[in-house]
């Protein structure tokens, strides 16, 4: 037990040393701080998604989730408002939406999309990852998926679901684990170029309460 702790403070005290850049963050008081001006809220999707963010999408077995990316996938691609209601607001310099399909089959994946009607295909990048790993621990694969994502324009990136994604990165339940992951994604979308980045969750299928499912 004392060996596995000891290997996974090392591996965290190496993806800490690989992270470091030479950026110096800024000191302010609290005067100068607030003496700086507001810079108005924006959204990659109106009200939901503020520009630049990353969104946590988590619902229940069979409540929408497949539906919901195929309304987002639509409007990134056509421009139309998402669930008929919320404007987007794709980066123009990189107008592609990537989804990373953990779960589906590609068949299916497929019959989905054919059903969702979107009309600029060209601007939707899919990769089948199911029964696949992308071990983001590993800078050498890190340094190729932001470039593959570069290549194609991705402004909007779609991990779906974000417990595939993490399959071999640690325990899903340990924070730190979880934290170090996420940390590396963000260092993939800042490499990429990607502006936007939604995680697709699934809620806990044998949760007991309302808590558990949360978790």
Excluded: C
Excluded at 61 to 77: D, E, I, P, V
Excluded at 98 to 123: C, H, K, P
Excluded at 135 to 160: H, N, Q
Excluded at 183 to 188: K, R
């Amino acid at each position: 037990a004392i060996w596995e702790i000891e290997k996974r403070e090392t591996r965290r005290l190496a993806d800490a040393l690989e992270r470091q850049d030479d950026r110096t963050p800024v000191w302010r008081t609290l005067t100068e701080e607030l003496a700086l001006p507001d810079e108005e809220q924006l959204y990659a999707v109106d009200r939901i998604l503020p520009l630049g963010g990353n969104a946590l999408f988590a619902g229940m077995y069979k409540t929408g989730k497949t539906t919901f990316n195929g309304q987002l996938l639509k409007a990134w691609a056509d421009g139309t408002p998402f669930l008929g209601e919320f404007k987007v607001y794709p980066d123009p310099d990189r107008p592609v939406v990537t989804i990373f399909n953990y779960e589906m089959s590609e068949a299916q994946f497929r019959r989905w999309l054919r059903r969702v009607g979107i009309n600029n295909m060209d601007r939707v990048h899919v990769v089948h990852l199911r029964g696949l790993t992308l071990p983001l621990a590993l800078p050498d694969v890190r340094k190729e998926l932001s470039r593959r994502l570069a290549d194609v324009g991705t402004g909007l990136w779609i991990v779906d679901p974000a417990s595939r994604a993490f399959t071999g990165a640690g325990d899903v339940n340990s924070n730190s684990d979880v934290a170090t992951w996420l940390g590396q994604l963000d260092e993939v979308k800042m490499e990429a170029g990607v502006r936007d980045l939604v995680l697709n969750i699934h809620m806990g299928h044998a949760a007991k309460t309302d808590r558990d499912a949360e978790r």
